[in-house]
């Protein structure tokens, strides 16, 4: 995996954007999730981890009430700059990267955080753009981090996921669960974050994988979620959800089991919403069958359990694609594999293998070969290490 980004690169690029020395310095990870996809807004459970690719920032203060943004990953765009006090922040504009921010500086400000002068911040990151790692979850908290440290802000880690929740649901559009700015927020080094979505009730758990690795698989496919059929399959599972409340009392489809969905399935009215709740359903239970099989050491269970929740992702949830598909069902014929599957939105993006690590080269070319023959470009890898949350650093 990429070792990252130095404070020293982060304040040559400060000083070139800026013109002047970087007081600050902070990071926030990406995250991958091992299982449990398409369950946060549906009241399940989720398991997933902070990675050490992430999103990094060089801050220092400004006298005035604006914000000068700049993001190496986004030049073409150069420097925004957001004014305090004014209506600029109040509004999403078109697809750039400083709605994240801006969205984070409207809630909190909203919500009565006293946030009193401007900033320089300098973003770099090395998280693959549209790929599914959670990169607007990451700037999210990043951000929520910078301003939290800069103005002293008494805003506990939940508060601040779920901010990064409201700007994805309110100023960007899109109707995501709390998964990956949870993921983000509350990573923790060599755990896995287990959280009922539903009761906010999560805990850590310590990801010992012996002589295994987690290899994320980079279709290079990007995906734009907010314009991808995200928002419509969590509709249908809205509306399935609606049809099984007609004949039981239940909150959301994360209260059900296999046994009492199969019961009252007869009361969703179509195919395609059966699939998307049975999937909910299903993956949801697949969560803590895994998270006893990674506990009791069984591994080989809970690559399985892996490899069923791509099954129901492409067939129940039809959330894959070529791409996806072509990566995974590759990754289940090679040699030292526990289990393979698509992670985050689906439609592009990355997948996740399980492999040995002394089968991790024989893989890569292998999966890479055959994806390049099929799709055309070759796909990336990276060995993904599991990553503390949102922090400050010290300068090197």
């Known amino acids: 995996m990429n070792t990252g980004i130095s404070t020293q690169n982060l304040e040559g690029g400060f000083e070139a954007a800026f013109n002047s020395n970087a007081e600050t310095y ?4 990406g995250r991958i999730n091992l299982i449990g996809e398409h369950t946060d807004y549906n009241g399940g459970r989720v398991f997933p981890c902070a990675i050490s690719l992430g999103t990094y920032a060089a801050v220092s203060s400004r006298s005035d009430n604006a914000f000068h943004l700049y993001s190496a ?4 765009q150069g420097m925004q700059v957001l004014t305090l006090g004014t209506d600029e922040i109040q509004e999403k504009v078109g697809n750039v990267w400083t709605n994240y921010p801006k969205g984070m500086l409207r809630y909190l400000i909203e919500a009565g ?11 770099e990151g090395n998280l693959p753009d549209g790929a599914g790692l959670s990169s607007s979850a990451s700037l999210e908290m990043l951000f929520g981090k910078i301003l939290q440290t800069e103005f002293d802000l008494q805003v506990a880690p939940i508060d601040m996921v779920k901010f990064g929740v409201k700007v994805e649901n309110e100023f960007i559009g899109l109707n995501s669960g709390i998964m990956d700015q949870f993921a983000v927020e509350m990573g923790k080094k060599d755990n896995a974050v287990l959280l009922d979505t539903n ?28 314009d991808s059929k995200y928002n419509e399959h969590r509709r249908e599972c809205d509306e399935a959800l609606a ?16 046994e009492t969905f199969d019961e009252y399935s007869y009361l969703i009215q179509s195919e395609p919403l059966l699939k998307r709740a049975r999937h909910a359903v299903f993956e949801n239970q697949r969560v803590g069958e895994a998270v006893t099989a990674l506990q009791t050491k069984d591994l080989a269970k809970f690559g ?3 490899n069923a929740s791509h099954v129901s992702l492409q067939y129940d949830f039809e959330v894959t694609g070529k791409e996806l598909d072509t990566l995974v069902h590759t990754a289940w014929e090679q040699d030292g594999v526990l289990g393979a599957r698509m992670i985050g939105g ?7 293998a399980l492999v040995q690590k002394s089968a991790v080269k024989t893989f890569e070319e292998r999966v890479g070969r055959n994806y390049q023959a099929v799709i055309g470009y070759a796909p990336d890898f990276y060995v993904a ?3 503390d949350g949102p922090q400050q650093l010290q300068k090197e």
């Open 73 to 76: 990953n986004f030049a073409d």
């Open 199 to 226: 009761t906010l009730e999560y805990e850590h758990v310590p990801l010992k994988l012996g002589e295994y690795v987690i290899i994320i698989m980079n279709t290079n496919k990007r995906r734009e979620l907010a």
């Open 243 to 258: 049809q099984l409340q007609t004949g039981i009392d239940i909150p959301t489809l994360g209260a059900l089991d296999k």
């Open 26 to 29: 902070y990071f926030a990870p």
């Open 304 to 306: 399985r359990l892996v």
């Open 385 to 387: 290490e599991i990553a």
């Open 113 to 123: 955080n006293q946030i009193t002068h401007g900033l320089n911040v300098y973003i």
């Open 346 to 352: 689906g439609y592009g993006g990355c997948a996740i």
